[in-house]
T-cell receptor, first 115, second 111 residues
Framework: NAGVTQTPKFRVLKTGQSMTLLCAQD?????MYWYRQDPGMGLRLIHY???????AKGEVPDGYNVSRLKKQNFLLGLESAAPSQTSVYFC??????????????FGPGTRLLVL | GDSVTQMEGPVTLSEEAFLTINCTYT??????LFWYVQYPGEGLQLLLK?????DKGSNKGFEATYRKETTSFHLEKGSVQVSDSAVYFC??????????FGTGTRLKVLA
């Protein structure tokens, strides 16, 4: 099993450009998450999904959109990138919180630099 | 709402020293507690977990005990190695979609 994979690993954007980050998991997990990690702030939840075709906002959703058309994929879009979106983005998945398979599994991260 | 507070770093230790990283939490109900580790340039990996009061999670020489009376889940290791240098995150989930993470504690172990 590959676990959770993320594409791309690193990207540089200019202000105003758009891009999509792809997350894929092969563990048949229901829940998927996008976080951003900034120095001194830990992990902040951007959006999450509790199943195929459903998405919801997390703590810091502004400037981002997501889609979960297939159970194994969770896409994060930036429509018009801003320097404040420079960060490391992590995708995670879990079977379901609160159950014996509640552990979250993380991808390796995408480093995004917006100039 | 639920929250996790962990000690600020960085923590710098010599090899073979004893490690404690403090973590306290506030939560409604009975959360599950986790420690994750993040090595440089990588994602977070589960280190250990505990799902109910008095449970002890352990892995790779690390241990943490779920203390409901003090709402704590401190991470300990008896003898650290250079390879343990990483950032450690305490986290909880109360059974909803949410996982709450602390801000992370950077550990640096010197040879």
């Amino acid at each position: 099993n590959a676990g959770v994979t993320q594409t791309p690993k690193f990207r540089v954007l200019k202000t105003g450009q758009s891009m999509t980050l792809l997350c894929a998991q092969d563990m048949n997990h229901e829940y998927m998450y996008w976080y951003r990690q900034d120095p001194g702030m830990g992990l902040r939840l951007i959006h999450y999904s509790v199943g195929e075709g459903t998405t919801a906002k997390g703590e810091v959703p502004d400037g981002y959109n997501v889609s979960r058309l297939k159970k194994q994929n969770f896409l994060l879009g930036l429509e018009s990138a801003a320097p404040s979106q420079t960060s490391v983005y992590f995708c995670a998945s879990s079977y379901r919180p609160g159950g014996y398979q509640e552990t979250q599994y993380f991808g390796p991260g995408t480093r995004l630099l917006v100039l | 709402g639920d929250s996790v507070t962990q000690m600020e770093g960085p923590v710098t230790l010599s090899e073979e020293a004893f490690l404690t990283i403090n973590c306290t939490y506030t939560a409604t109900g009975y959360p599950s507690l986790f420690w994750y580790v993040q090595y440089p340039g990588e994602g977070l990996q589960l280190l250990l977990k505990a799902t109910k009061a008095d449970d002890k999670g352990s892995n790779k020489g690390f241990e943490a005990t779920y203390r409901k009376e003090t709402t704590s889940f401190h991470l300990e290791k008896g003898s650290v190695q250079v390879s343990d240098s990483a950032v450690y995150f305490c986290a909880l989930t109360s059974g909803t979609y949410k996982y709450i993470f602390g801000t992370g504690t950077r550990l640096k172990v010197l040879a």
